[in-house]
């Protein structure tokens, strides 16, 4: 696709990384064909192509239909399943970001949809604000009406965790709101991984990865996140840490990306790239590990387990297929939906944004799942796990059920 980008952004670095992914398309409108919105509204503007014809012509400092792109834009859960398919290989997810970044900027949005943005991802990067608000809804829970009680998980005790030293040593990112939604997460993960001998650390200094503020209208807040993590985790690094591990998929796919998002600071740039190379799932750890979990295997599940992929654990960290593989050779089957490649719709903070849309994709994922008749489901984001939970069939972290097979 030819383009002529405005002078204020040509030169940018943003600009040219848009330039050259814009380029890349070809309109071929293969994309349309997975995107979730695309394929519920049958709006060209509300798919990849659409969206990325509209951001074009905002860079081109062309008039797009002004207000309508905040709304195309916003309602893009970014689930990235359209550069799966895309022949010429656009990385749509990176230039979303740019034009979100770019609306956020140029186009006024409605003072309500401020403020709604503005509270929200302050709370949720918060834990002094968020953990005492979701407590009080937890101990209200029985009280509250179904649309409001199905958004707030039951309260859940976190296991212990382990102290043992080991001379291999991995860093964790606690999340900001995991800890406080399921505790136990974390701690499951630490205790597999102390049994595999691979002590756990955590720095009290880092806290949201940044993805929070940055798909939310504030780029700036975000890249902050991302610095003050840095600078929490690199003092680490020369005890022997031999990764960055996330147990949240949305997570991991946002540090995955630090050297991406801070390549142009030059205080950060190197040691954002640092971290990004060190960022590892944990599906990704206990992988290389699966022989010797095999043989610590206390328990054979008598359930039948259904698993949703989240979106960025198939598309974002393009781990598509890594946890079941994992569990086939423990030898336990993990049995997908048939449109286990789809957004369940919790896509972060979307689901609270977009609550119609996030709500039918939920129905779709759900409907889906029960046709297999599981007596669990498990699914690897905490996002995913809140979205789709309250129903008659329990929704759990895989690495809390597998730690439970090994105790």
């Not at 380029?23 to 990849?48: F, K, M, Q, W």
């Not at 029985?142 to 001379?167: T, V, Y």
């Not at 020369?238 to 990306?257: F, H, N, R, Y």
Request: charged content about 20%; glycine content about 8%; hydrophobic content about 35%.
């Amino acid at each position: 696709m030819q383009t002529n980008l405005a002078d204020p952004i040509r030169h940018t670095p943003e600009g040219q990384t848009a330039d050259e992914i814009i380029r890349r398309c070809v309109h071929c409108g293969i994309c349309n064909a997975v995107c979730p919105t695309y394929r519920l509204s049958g709006n060209e503007a509300d798919g990849p192509r659409g969206r990325i014809y509209q951001i074009k012509q905002l860079l081109e400092n062309e008039a797009p239909a002004a207000g309508n792109l905040h709304r195309y834009l916003d309602h893009c859960l970014t689930c990235r399943a359209c550069e799966s398919v895309c022949p010429a290989k656009v990385e749509y997810g990176k230039l979303a970001e740019i034009g979100r970044d770019e609306a956020e900027r140029r186009i006024k949005r409605p003072l309500w949809q401020k403020l709604q943005r503005g509270i929200l991802r302050r709370l949720i990067t918060a834990p002094q604000l968020f953990t005492p608000l979701y407590r009080i809804g937890q101990h209200s829970r029985p009280l509250l009406p179904d649309a409001l009680k199905n958004r707030i998980l039951p309260l859940r005790e976190a296991g212990f965790m382990p102290d043992n030293e080991h001379p291999r040593q991995i860093l964790m990112l606690e999340g900001c709101v995991q800890p406080v939604l399921s505790p136990n997460i974390n701690r499951a993960a630490a205790r597999i991984l102390d049994r595999l001998g691979i002590q756990t650390h955590h720095s009290h200094f880092a806290g949201c990865c940044g993805a929070v503020n940055l798909h939310n209208g504030a780029k700036a807040d975000g890249l902050d996140d991302m610095r003050r993590n840095i600078e929490a985790w690199i003092p680490w690094l020369p005890d022997g840490i031999e990764a960055v591990v996330t147990t949240a998929s949305g997570c991991g796919v946002t540090v995955k990306d630090y050297g991406y998002h801070l390549r142009n600071d030059p205080e950060y740039a190197e040691r954002a790239a640092r971290i990004s190379a060190l960022s590892k799932d944990i599906v990704e750890i206990l992988s290389n590990e699966s022989h010797r979990l095999h043989a610590m295997m206390h328990k054979r599940p008598s359930e039948k387990i259904a698993y949703h992929p989240p979106c960025t654990q198939q598309y974002g960290q393009k781990l598509s297929g890594s946890v079941e593989n994992l569990f086939a050779r423990l030898g336990i089957p993990l049995y997908l939906p048939a449109n286990s490649g789809q957004c369940c719709g919790a896509a972060g903070t979307y689901a609270l944004l977009q609550p119609q849309t996030a709500g039918r994709l939920k129905t779709e994922k759900l409907t889906a799942l029960n046709e297999l008749q599981p007596d669990i489901i498990l699914s690897a984001n905490i996002g995913c796990i809140a979205h789709l939970g309250g129903g008659r069939t329990p929704v759990r972290h895989w690495i809390e059920y597998l730690d439970e097979l090994l105790a």
